[in-house]
């Protein structure tokens, strides 16, 4: 929580606090600084052509906490964010909360795409994102996505330099989240957040039929998905189970590592997605050799199959990477399991041979 020293440091606050009561101030939950405030300090830095870097996070998944923890567990959450962010934050700029999950960044001392992409990775690495929060009742891993942009090299005024944060932000959200997106003009200038929105689960779907249908074999066809799946899952690779139980790549042809009790993960269901590896370890002992041989630290297993008969498995994993499965790339894996359990069953093709 922010005291009044720490605001004081800034000539904006210091104004303030001559007519504001402090309680107005700062956001009664986290600390932060509140919503208004946030954003006409970062306005007053603008009529004062102060450089900064503006920027706006949003907690990934962060319904799933509250509908699975409680909204008690949810709000803990938030303030241990804020406490970490204002701690990175301090002596270089402020965070605010613009609400909900969303908390916004003003940083005087890093005003180039260099600097911010230093400070974005050391937020990233487990200072204030991706990693386990530890709580009484639970300890949720918690991601986040981030849109930037710099004043004045990237706007000139508050209403575009705001409007390129909101479109980072989407444009990060649309590429799986779990990610910062610093506002590059050759990158990003022609993005429109609608085009953007548009990019729903018809669109992923569709262009899967057409790339998987115009390839002979069933790992052909995989191998020409790949980029979409690449694209829209954020992924280097997918790895595949046939009836023969050995593990293999869609891009790496030398991955071949025989596992078994994958089944006894899903139990009844099609699919199981986690990034709690000791419940794995739990439930399929010899799986999770193979997966902590692998670095893997969370994973999305989906039957291949078609009602009662099982033909394999498909597993979405990347190294050193525990994201929170979002429920559209769930929807994707789903999918593409289906797609090739109805390959097996009426063309015959087989997954456990090239």
């Avoid at 829209?232 to 997918?238: K, R, V, W």
């Avoid at 042809?253 to 009844?268: A, H, N, T, Y």
């Amino acid at each position: 929580m922010y005291t009044r020293e720490q605001l004081e440091k800034y000539e904006y606050f210091v104004e303030r606090l001559k007519d504001t009561d402090w309680e107005a101030l700062t956001d009664h939950l986290t600390g932060l600084v509140s919503r208004g405030h946030i954003l006409w300090f970062a306005q007053w830095l603008i009529e004062k052509e102060i450089p900064f870097s503006f920027a706006m996070l949003d907690l990934d998944n962060f319904k799933f906490i509250n509908d699975t923890y409680g909204h008690h567990i949810g709000d803990e959450v938030l303030v241990h964010v804020a406490d970490d962010l204002a701690a990175m934050l301090d002596g270089i700029g402020l965070a605010g909360r613009f609400g909900g999950d969303e908390m916004l960044i003003v940083n005087l001392r890093d005003v180039t795409y260099d600097a911010n992409k230093a400070f974005f990775t050391e937020m990233y690495s487990g200072r204030v994102l991706r990693k386990n929060i530890p709580l009484e009742e639970c300890n949720p891993f918690v991601t986040g996505t981030v849109g930037c942009a710099i004043y004045p090299k990237d706007a000139q005024n508050y209403t575009r330099l705001f409007e390129l944060i909101d479109k980072t932000l989407y444009r990060g959200k649309s590429k799986g989240r779990n990610c910062h997106i610093i506002y590059v003009e050759e990158k990003h200038r022609d993005i429109e957040i609608r085009q953007i929105a548009k990019h729903g689960l018809y669109t992923t779907f569709n262009g899967m039929v057409r790339q998987f249908e115009f390839a002979p074999g069933l790992i052909n066809k995989l191998r020409n998905v790949m980029p979409l799946l690449m694209e829209e899952l954020q992924i280097s690779d997918l790895y595949y189970t046939g009836r023969d139980g050995v593990l293999r790549a869609v891009r790496n042809p030398d991955l071949k590592e025989q596992v078994e009790g994958i089944d006894r993960l899903l139990c009844s269901d099609d699919l199981y997605a986690s990034n709690d590896m000791e419940e794995v370890r739990k439930r399929s002992p010899a799986f999770h050799a193979v997966m902590q041989k692998m670095e893997i630290e969370t994973l999305c297993v989906v039957r291949i199959g078609i009602e009662m008969e099982t033909d394999g498995y498909l597993i979405c994993a990347e190294k050193r990477n525990r994201r929170i499965w979002q429920e559209a790339e769930c929807a994707i894996l789903f999918f593409l399991a289906k797609m090739m359990a109805a390959s097996i069953r009426i063309k015959g093709e087989r997954i456990d041979q090239e």
